[in-house]
Each structure stands twice: as structure tokens, then as C-alpha cells.
């Protein structure tokens, strides 16, 4: 069966991080929404605001869907912090007959706050730190079935809470 996973949270928790770990153990199409957002190349100041965001992942969705088609299982890394967001996404695996699996991933707000001035020295251009706190602010409550795993812990912890989330899904 085809999945598609919608791995969500705010900036600095450490959705790519999972996202690669199940990917490279899966095989999986991974889409990172920075990487996409980079591809947009459109100046929108500070904050990303809504109608980037829906650019981005209309965008995301798009180069989604000839994966899918091909019964390819992919994941969408990114905040996806509106609900109407995460039903596109809902919508777009049941067009393709997808399984739908979404995770949010948390972290311990200091230790967030750190990867995400780290990331900042790296590429001064984008305000990361800025883009958190007005995601953390806008990101709306899942009210639907999904899985949460927490990054704020060691690599070991997460890679055991990753496999647990992988075992799970090669069993849909």
C-alpha cells in the first residue's frame, strides 16, 4: 500500500531529521518544504506569510502527486500549521488511494530555539527564529488521529520513538 506522510511542527523540532531517518529505512519520496520554499525564490520578507505558505505547499503537493501516481509512498516535511493545509494533503492521499499518516513532531522549546540560532548563523538571510515564533502562534490543534514524537531527547531515544512510528506504518 502507498503511504503518504505529513510530518509537521514548528521550526527547529527536527522534522527533516525524521523525515530522513524513515525515508532512507523506507525508501520514501522525501519533500522538504525548505527546499521547495527555496525553489519559489520569492521575496517575502520575514515572515512568510499566508499566501507564501499556500504557494509552498500547493507546490509540495504538486511534485507529490506523479509519485503517488506511480504508487510511490512519499513524505511532506514541513510546518503545516493551518488545518486547512494538512487536508490538502489528506485530500491528495485519497485521490491517489494513499494511506494518510500524520506526525507531529515537539521539542522542548530551549532546545528549538538553539538548532534554530545554529541555523541561523548558517544562512543569515533567513530569520528563523522570527518564522518560529509566528508558527508557533498560528499552528492550529490536530484534531484528528495522528502521532507525536517528541525530539527533545538523544539521537537514541529518537531513533527507537522512529522506529517504533516505522514499524507501524509497514504494517498498514
Same mark, same amino acid.
Given at each position: ?54 504557494? #509552498?505547499? +500547493? ?9 503517488? !501516481?506511480? &504508487?510511490?509512498?512519499? $513524505? /511532506?516535511?514541513? @510546518?503545516?500549521? #493551518?488545518? +486547512? ?9 485519497? !485521490?491517489? &488511494?494513499?494511506?494518510? $499518516? /500524520?506526525?507531529? @513532531? ?14 541561523? !548563523?548558517? &544562512? ?49
Amino acid at each position: 500500500m502507498v503511504n503518504l506522510i505529513v510530518i509537521c511542527g514548528h521550526t527547529g523540532v527536527g522534522k527533516t531529521t525524521i523525515g530522513k531517518m524513515i525515508s532512507k529505512k523506507l525508501n520514501y519520496v522525501h519533500i522538504k518544504g525548505s527546499e521547495v520554499a527555496e525553489e519559489i525564490k520569492e521575496n517575502v520578507g520575514k515572515i512568510w506569510p499566508y499566501e507564501f505558505r499556500k504557494r #509552498l505547499y +500547493e507546490k509540495m503537493i504538486e511534485k507529490a502527486k506523479p509519485f503517488l !501516481k506511480n &504508487n510511490e509512498s512519499v $513524505i /511532506l516535511d514541513a @510546518v503545516f500549521d #493551518l488545518e +486547512e493545509f494538512r487536508y490538502k494533503a489528506r485530500r491528495l492521499a485519497k !485521490k491517489f &488511494n494513499a494511506n494518510f $499518516i /500524520l506526525v507531529r @513532531v515537539i521539542c522542548d522549546e530551549k532546545i528549538a530555539k538553539k538548532r534554530i540560532k545554529k541555523r541561523y !548563523k548558517e &544562512n543569515p538571510n533567513i530569520p528563523h527564529l522570527k518564522i518560529h515564533n509566528l508558527r508557533k502562534k498560528s499552528f492550529q490543534p490536530i484534531k484528528e488521529t495522528h502521532f507525536v514524537i517528541n525530539n527533545s531527547y538523544s539521537l537514541d531515544i529518537l531513533k527507537r520513538n522512529v522506529e517504533k512510528l516505522i514499524f507501524f506504518i509497514s504494517k498498514l
